[in-house]
């Protein structure tokens, strides 16, 4: 159980930092078409910001996702066979595309993670979902050759 | 810039006063479904139109006594942010009857903010004919959030009206080849204002760009300028000295952050952007905005009474040495949600309130004459 806590744990907050880096991205992208200067520093301090002050707000998001999805593929593996991991990827992916789309329709914005106004960007940010179920996974069932890596 | 507006947020903290006993608060009427703006009608006796955001245009008598006004607004759409916005009088309204109604039309897949015009009946019960639509903003767009909707006259006759960026649209608010988070200048036939400063871009219409959200617009005769506010995401709305063909800056330069936490620009003052002349954070949502001259409260001539939604409060400022700062707040009717303020002819101070059962508020100096 405790196995599962922190690897459940790490999942989110990986998923959660390479999202926030991934969102903000899309947003000095955006500026930057806009003609707007962005150095090397305003960009890394731009980063910062948001690890700080989004990615809070998207691990809270990314952790129901995935305390709905991953049991989901966990059942799917089990009934349906296949590749455990594709399972848990899938469900991350799957997970915060639905995600995204429900809180957009309940929300009282249009869109609450601007990153996500386009498709490109939906998707980008539902593969930190893939990224944190493949995560999930590879800490929890670690393959033999995975298990035999070195820790550093 | 930063250092000098945080001092004066700080300056204004301290000599802000919560409602005090000197205004007194009378309730005109309730009942009223999200009421969004109030406009006195000219004849002595002669009421308030109110606009209900869901589409019903209604008289309030100085009995207190609310009639509608049946309307018939072409393609109005009403959900989420959008619906009935404000009414105004053309200047000539004595003789023309004639009614301006800014409004949202569509549907949810393409609307925006739209302009009518309608003549009213001279006497009651009030009617209205000769309803047309006599402008769009341009392009159509999804959603149901960020329209303006405020207007004021300025003193050549022509209209301004503050337009939002439709929210998922930011980045257009500095594009000037569409209306997306624009202030727009017309004729008061819809028509395009002869000297706008961008004649060939988005059909002439355009005065300023780079706004967010505005639903405060207001010409001060006395200083002959013009004072605007609009909403900023998490923080940053500001209040802003209207000037023709500038740029205020959304979404390349900000005090505010997104909802999310997320920062929407690095940068609070870029080359080229008009700073703000006043900015709060956190926001209040101001959703108004009214400027003195009467004789009820003496002391308040020239300053600036803004409603706030999320602040749930009326702040009055005044001009200082260049830069607005807070004198007094006042909150009404439990902290209710602000939607509108108007000062009457008698200078009395008006508010609608802004909820399913929303009130019309008279505010007055403590000790002066009840309305009725």
Known sequence: MLKTLIAFVIAVVAGAIVGSVIQTQFNLAALIELS???????????????????????ALLLAVVLLVALPIAALCSRKLGGTERWWFISAGFFGLLCCFVIVNYVAPMPTLIAATRSWEGMGAMALTGAFAGWIFDRLWHPLPRELAEPLI | MK???FSLMLGALFHSAWASNEVKVEVVAEGLSFPWSLQQLPAEQGGWLVTERGGRLLHIADDG???????????????????????????????????????????????????A???????????????????????????????????????????????????????????????????????????????????????????????????????????????????G?????????????????????????????????????????IQPMYQWTPSLAPSDMALYKGDLFAQWQGDLLVSHLAGKRVQRLRLNEGTWQVEQTIEVDNKARIRAVEVARDGAVWLATDAAEGKILRLSPTGSESRR
Not at chain 2, 146 to 161: E, I, K, N, S, V
Request: proline share 6%; glycine share 10%.
């Open chain 1, 36 to 58: 707007v200067p962005i150095s090397f520093d305003v960009r890394i301090s731009t980063i910062i910001h948001d690890l700080i002050h989004f990615s809070p707000i998207f």
């Open chain 2, 3 to 5: 250092k000098l507006i």
């Open chain 2, 65 to 115: 006594s609310v009639n509608a006004i049946p309307l018939q607004l072409p393609e109005l759409f009403v959900t989420g942010q959008s619906g009935l916005f404000e009414v105004t009088l053309a200047p000539d309204f004595e003789t023309s009857r004639e009614l301006l109604l800014s409004y949202a039309c569509g549907s949810l897949s393409a609307n925006t903010t739209c302009l």
């Open chain 2, 117 to 231: 015009r309608a003549s009213l009946s001279a006497n009651a019960p009030y009617e209205t004919t000769e309803v047309k639509q006599i402008f769009a903003a341009q392009p159509l767009r999804k959603g149901a959030a960020h329209y303006g909707g405020r207007m004021t006259w300025l003193p050549d006759g022509t209209l301004l009206l503050t337009l939002g960026d439709g929210f998922d649209y930011r980045e257009q608010a500095q594009n000037l080849n569409n209306h997306l988070g624009k202030v727009v200048r017309l004729q008061r036939d819809g028509s395009v204002a002869a000297d706008n400063p961008f004649p060939d871009k988005a059909a002439g219409y355009i005065f300023s760009y780079g706004h967010r959200n505005s639903q405060g617009i207001v010409y001060d005769p006395a200083r002959d300028v013009i004072w605007q506010h609009e909403h």
């Open chain 2, 233 to 273: 995401p998490k923080g940053g709305d500001e209040i802003n000295r209207l000037q023709a063909g500038k740029n205020y800056g959304w979404p390349i330069a900000s005090y505010g952050i997104d909802y999310t936490g997320a920062m929407v620009t690095p940068y609070q003052d870029l080359p080229g952007v």
